[in-house]
């Protein structure tokens, strides 16, 4: 079978270096085109080069017409502006869209939904196969261990360069936790405390948003009952291992319908 083609979005950064390096490792895949944004000092490089490769003959793009000609995936892990104009432009070309950036509006949702009804687009907050399988474990907890016995909180922590909070993968545990009480997060999270804010609500599911240094991710739920507590927690000690988990996603979904797919729908998680 011919290798997959795939682009990138973000090339110069962390993630995208990362994703070269992923597609470089997968003998099922190939690097066709990157892109960064207008006036970034990377335009004109070597991809290769860029990831600490030999080169690879890729060069960094400003344009999407270039960047992802002959592309049947775009990997994503930039920010919510770019992600929607990069959808846009996957659905008119029918390309698949792996979607890693979080911190994304209403408003931006609509716009993915209007786009994965042309493509396939697998959008999660967490590529990682162990937040996945953490956030299940999650969800099997939550629904069997009393609200009203058991408080639950989700503790994260990321480098000081992250600009968003809750993280997408605290959120996509909180959204675990909830389905497993049958509830919905927004009506029952809690976000921040300050001052005095009285006792705990019963059925409430915390938030607590920790930065600094250069910590990938950290995420720990913890359900805390009267006399013991229950913690499960993933920790992130390299960033490969998004990168492979986006990969992973561009190759599921070859041949697959139109639609706003998951990482739980990668992984055969959902009925």
Known sequence: MDKMRIAIVGAGGRMGRNLIRAIDENE???????????????????????????????????????????????????APAATVAVARHAAKNGI????????????????????????????????????????????????????????????????????????????????????GRGIDLEEHSVRVRDGHTGPRENGSIGFATLRGGSVVGDHSVILAGQGERVTLSHHAE????????AVKAALWTHGRAPGLYSMYDVLGLTS
């Open 238 to 245: 390299d960033r490969m291992i998004f990168a492979r988990g």
């Open 96 to 179: 698949a869209h792996i979607i890693g950036t979080t911190g994304l509006s209403d408003d931006d949702d609509n716009a993915l939904a209007a786009a994965a009804e042309m493509t396939a687009i697998v959008r999660s907050g967490n590529m990682s196969m162990g937040v996945i399988m953490l956030s299940v474990l999650v969800e099997q907890a939550a629904r069997a261990l009393d609200a009203a016995d058991w408080d639950l909180e989700v503790l994260e922590m990321h480098h000081r360069h992250k600009v968003d909070a809750p993280s997408g993968t605290a959120l996509l545990l909180g959204e675990a936790a909830a389905k």
């Open 28 to 78: 099922s895949v190939e690097l066709s085109g990157a892109l960064e944004r207008e006036g970034a000092a990377q335009i004109g490089a070597d991809c290769g080069v860029l990831a600490g490769l030999e080169p690879n003959g890729v060069a960094v793009s400003a344009s999407m017409e270039e960047a992802f000609s002959g592309a049947r995936a775009i990997l994503d892990f930039t």
